[in-house]
């Protein structure tokens, strides 16, 4: 049987490369930057003023002129106003240009202004104080934000302000989720005693939405022949298949045998873990990739973000984020010789630690109980007894 380490190798070992598209960059929130964004002009591109108040000539106060004369007001946006005489100041509003005739603000609360005339009273006036330099931040064709990066709101900021409509950002592969078994139904439908409605299928579809993957649905019947038929088509059509179910050792598990006869190879099947141990992982000579999932919706839940979210990280180009550590909250014992991912709710004491508290559930088939948890405590399969205290991986969804 592989274990949880070699697998994870084996499937970071299957990284693609889907190439680019043009995205508005509006919408490119997530993805990930294939492109260098640089600034198209100096950041500021002016000397912006900081605060509201009076801009003078520094010279004047160094020659002891402490009231001047209000020549003109300047909001944000206006062009430059000019003073002519040293005695001269022009009211002035956060974000306007600094006029090339002056050289400091003073805030209005450190000025006094009537009928047109402002008078000083702070004796602590700095030369180009309450100012934000032109290029202060980033000079013209200065690299703002790096390939690689995920597209955050701040990255949006910064290619409004380059004037970046559209941003180059790596594809996402064409995902198909695939489900099987005679005993599910559509979500509309009602089901007999025998059967259960269709879940996981929403479930991954769901989690792929939030990475920026609009995956398709697809059902497969209990019958060889259609398995077979349906899984060529995907291998033919998409660049991953995330299969949910049908990979034990059922009598009517017939995927397995499918993927054999269509010759995807196979990189494992069986991962020393629970939930999730029945996990078969192969690739294809068309370039497409497979994840086949246990059917039970914990186990797909943990291996789809244990396994796949880590594989798309790779992908992208995204680096290894560290691992997160929790201590564990009280006792738990677990007996199978398997790494156990133990369901955890997490909270902070105050030591400022992360502390994971199981939340038991009935096993891989308890969905419901993923409702009230959000993360996965990673516990090492060559034990079976973990106390209160100690510090173990945590997997957070």
């Known amino acids: 049987m592989t274990t949880v380490e070699e697998a994870e190798k084996l499937v970071l070992a299957q990284t693609r490369n889907y190439g680019t598209q043009s995205l508005p960059f509006e919408q490119a929130l997530g993805y990930v930057l294939a492109e260098d964004l640089k600034a198209d002009r100096d950041l500021p591109p002016f000397n912006r ?20 004369r209000v020549k003109a007001t300047q909001a944000a946006g206006d062009e430059p106003v000019q003073i002519d005489e040293s005695d001269e100041c022009i009211e002035i509003m956060t974000g306007a ?81 695939i489900s099987s078994g005679d005993e599910l139904v559509d979500v509309h439908e009602t089901p007999l005693p025998y059967q259960i409605r269709k879940s996981n299928s929403y479930t991954v579809k769901a989690v792929l939405k939030q990475h920026h993957i609009d995956a398709d649905i697809l059902h497969i019947p209990d019958e060889p022949a259609v398995t077979r038929e349906q899984i060529q088509h995907c291998l033919n059509n998409y660049d991953v298949l995330l299969l949910s179910g049908g990979i034990s050792m059922g009598k009517f598990d017939y995927i397995p045998q499918a993927l054999e006869e269509l010759k995807v190879e196979k990189l494992f099947h069986k991962v020393a873990q629970r939930p999730g141990k029945p996990f078969w992982f192969g690739r294809h000579d068309t370039g497409a990739l497979v994840f086949a999932f246990p059917g039970n919706p914990v186990a797909t839940f943990m291996c789809l973000h244990r396994y796949f979210l880590l594989w798309l990280n790779a992908t992208l180009g995204l680096p290894l984020k560290p691992p997160t550590y ?31 508290m199981p939340v038991e559930g009935n096993g891989s088939g308890d969905f419901a109980n993923l ?27």
């Open 97 to 177: 240009v600094l006029p090339l005739s002056v050289d400091t603000v003073i805030r209005y609360e450190d000025v006094k202004i009537s009928d047109g005339i402002a008078t000083l009273h702070a004796l602590d006036i700095k030369k180009g104080q309450n100012l934000h330099l032109q290029g202060a931040d980033k000079k013209q064709y200065d690299v703002i934000a790096s390939s690689g990066q995920p597209v955050s709101p701040a990255i949006i900021s910064v290619a409004a302000s380059v004037g970046k409509t559209h941003l180059l950002v790596k594809k996402m592969p064409r995902v198909v989720v």
């Open 49 to 68: 003023v900081t605060m509201d108040g009076i801009a003078i000539k520094y010279a004047a106060i160094e020659n002891g002129i402490q009231v001047f």
């Open 326 to 356: 929790a201590v564990l909250g009280k006792d738990f014992t677990f007996q199978p010789a398997l790494q156990y991912y133990l369901q955890v709710k997490l909270q902070s004491n105050e030591l400022g630690q992360l502390i994971a």
């Open 371 to 397: 409702a009230d948890t959000e993360a996965f405590l990673q516990l090492p399969l060559e034990r079976n007894e973990f106390k209160a205290g100690e510090v173990f991986k945590v997997w957070r969804f």
